[in-house]
């Protein structure tokens, strides 16, 4: 445990002593501004660090678990067994936040750990590479830099647990390379999160959250909402709320504003651009490829079957798509791959659980976006096509920890162990079973 300590102790200090190169790094890389990496990328690691600091001796205890009257004089428990060799897998969105959060887990469940982050986010990628392991003891913990190929590479490896973040796609390539090795992993995937929005709203309200869910980063971000679903009623009052929402946070010219980040590559910025072809432009719609800039940009008319409502979208373009209600609201998510986020905007509690029970997905907010992410207690993980596995405080120990069930018994006692053993006989094997047996519960006899 004091070993576990001294290295999360040690990520805090590079977190404290190394703030302005980290928010600098992400300036660089996203056009991040210091405000939002503060907020996430040190705020919620740190938040980790000490959420496990103020619990690691908790969370390492073993477990004592309930026993069964043939086994009373027995210690029953789960030990809290670490992995072995963890390698985390990052994206480029939140360099410092998907790879951070979980080596919290990692390194408070001790593991030895290899992180691989992103190389699109370069000055992130740099800063973790050169200066983070000057912090950490080296014979647990390394960096891996480089891309698809130093990343297949790596992955020839047996690993004891994998856990990636990142595109389906290469979510899929992981997992196959995981098979060869039965190692076990996580996959924290993309999809398209949506977002209903019901006529009866406080229309400002909803729509300066999902302004500010949709922008924050520029819009890369896993959790952002990333299509709108309404009727054709409640999208004509929305629209010129998103309108006053966009001028009153960025002003009239979102490029000039720096609380707006950037594509985080050509390729990238050239993706998101070819999407505003779908449906037509109503608000925004800018670009400026010298500084891989997209407006806050949103879209109606658009269809089904084209590209924005095929992809996730992973930028500033928030598609809206209409339809007749609720009910052709919940039928349309339901149609789609589970995402990794659901979003629900309505003053009436009944709309918002009604979209909660009726659909599936990694996590959920009622009437706001992304804010469940902020929440150290909270789980973040996918389901289906968006992932699997949890992390986060408590998850992420859980994630890297191998649960092991153990029972100690005494040498002694042979009397009480000799019902099981040959020549079998009816009246053991009822002594066996009056001791070993559960029953159900009845309500009745509590009365
Ligand atoms: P990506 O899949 O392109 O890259 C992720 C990591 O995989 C990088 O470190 C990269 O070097 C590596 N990689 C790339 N190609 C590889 C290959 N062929 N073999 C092995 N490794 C390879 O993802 P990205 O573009 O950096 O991130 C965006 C995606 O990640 C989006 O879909 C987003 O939704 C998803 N994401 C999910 C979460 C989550 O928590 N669920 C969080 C952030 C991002």
Not at 121 to 127: G, Q, T, Y
Not at 322 to 350: M, W
Request: net charge negative.
């Amino acid at each position: 445990m004091e070993y576990r300590r001294t290295q999360l102790e040690a990520l805090s200090r590079f977190m404290e002593e190394k703030k302005c190169e980290i928010l600098q790094a992400l300036n660089a890389d996203l056009r991040r501004p210091a405000f939002e990496g503060e907020l996430d990328e040190i705020g919620l690691v740190m938040n980790e660090v000490n959420t496990a600091l103020n619990n690691l001796e908790y969370w390492m205890a073993d477990e004592h678990v309930n026993k069964n009257l043939a086994m009373t004089f027995d210690s029953a428990f789960i030990r809290k067994d670490p992995y072995g060799v963890v390698l985390i897998i990052s994206p480029f969105n939140y360099p410092f936040y998907l790879t951070l959060v979980p080596l919290v887990g990692a390194i408070a469940a001790g593991n030895c750990v290899i992180v691989k982050p992103s190389e699109l986010s370069r000055c992130s990628e740099k800063l973790m590479a050169e200066v983070l392991p000057k912090y950490f003891d080296p014979d647990t913990f390394a960096v891996v830099t480089g891309g698809h190929e130093t990343t297949t590479k790596l992955l020839e490896n047996k690993f004891d647990y994998i856990e990636y973040a990142g595109s389906n796609t290469v979510g899929k390539m992981v997992m196959t390379a995981a098979a060869k090795h039965l190692t076990p992993l996580t996959l924290e995937l993309g999809g398209k999160n949506p977002c209903y929005v019901d006529s009866c709203c406080d229309f400002q309200n909803a729509a300066n959250r999902i302004v500010w869910g949709k922008s924050y980063n520029a819009g890369q971000a896993c959790t952002a909402p990333d299509y709108v679903i309404c009727t054709a009623d409640t999208q004509d009052r929305l629209i010129p709320c998103l309108r006053q929402a966009i001028r009153c946070f960025y002003g009239c010219n979102p490029q000039e504003s720096p609380d707006f980040g950037r594509m985080i590559n050509d390729e990238h910025f050239r993706r998101v651009r070819a999407l505003l072809d779908c449906g037509q432009v109503a608000i925004g719609g800018e670009t400026d490829e010298s500084d891989r800039y997209i407006a806050p940009t949103v879209l109606v008319n658009v269809k089904e079957w084209e590209p924005i409502m095929q992809q996730e979208v992973f930028g500033p373009v928030l598609p809206i798509f209409t339809v007749a209600g609720l009910d052709e609201a919940i039928q349309y998510i339901n149609s789609k791959d589970r995402p990794l986020a659901a979003y629900a905007f309505s003053c009436d509690h009944q709309v918002v659980n009604r979209v909660l029970a009726c659909t599936s997905s990694g996590g959920f907010c009622g009437n706001d976006c992304l804010m469940q992410a902020f929440l150290v207690s909270l789980p973040h993980g996918g389901i289906g096509c968006s992932g699997f596995g949890k992390i986060n405080g408590r998850f992420s120990f859980d994630t890297f920890t191998h649960q092991r069930g153990c029972l100690t018994r005494c040498m002694g006692l042979e009397a009480l162990n000799s019902v099981r053993y040959p020549p079998y006989t009816e009246r053991k094997l009822q002594m066996l079973k009056f001791g070993t047996d559960v029953r159900r519960w009845n309500p009745c006899t509590l009365l």
